[in-house]
């Protein structure tokens, strides 16, 4: 299990690596880089310290440590599916707009030109 655990840490270091590398492009809320530093944390400490997350899941009721990791990434999948989701919703809508100014445009230049 110790190989496992290097490359999923070696994985995650790469992914902040990725996500500081290329902050500037990213057109994320300060919140939302907070929660997602505090994830890769909490990654890092469930992979480091599995009984402290065994520990943490019974406390609330869930059986298994590996269990209620798995319910933070289902949660952290939807959220990502929803924010990705509306992310294009706006850029569609963003695109249709600038559809019918360019067309607008085009057709006001084309009843000047006609009309003159």
């Given at each position: 299990?110790?190989?496992?655990?290097?490359?999923?840490?070696?994985?995650?270091?790469?992914?902040?690596?990725?996500?500081?590398?290329?902050r500037g492009t990213a057109r994320a809320s300060a919140g939302v880089k907070l929660l997602f530093v505090?994830?890769?944390?909490?990654?890092?400490?469930?992979?480091?310290?599995?009984?402290?997350?065994?520990?943490?899941?019974?406390?609330?009721?869930?059986?298994?440590?590996?269990?209620?990791?798995?319910?933070?990434?289902?949660?952290?999948?939807?959220?990502?599916?929803?924010?990705?989701?509306?992310?294009?919703?706006?850029?569609?809508?963003?695109?249709?707009?600038?559809?019918?100014?360019?067309?607008?445009q085009d057709a006001e230049r084309e009843n000047r030109g006609t009309g003159d």
């Amino acid at each position: 299990m110790i190989w496992f655990q290097i490359l999923a840490i070696l994985g995650l270091v790469a992914l902040v690596g990725f996500f500081v590398v290329n902050r500037g492009t990213a057109r994320a809320s300060a919140g939302v880089k907070l929660l997602f530093v505090a994830f890769i944390g909490f990654g890092l400490y469930a992979m480091l310290r599995q009984d402290d997350v065994t520990w943490v899941a019974n406390k609330i009721g869930i059986q298994r440590g590996l269990d209620l990791v798995l319910f933070l990434l289902v949660i952290a999948f939807a959220f990502t599916t929803v924010s990705t989701y509306l992310r294009f919703r706006d850029l569609e809508v963003k695109y249709a707009r600038l559809a019918r100014a360019i067309a607008l445009q085009d057709a006001e230049r084309e009843n000047r030109g006609t009309g003159d």
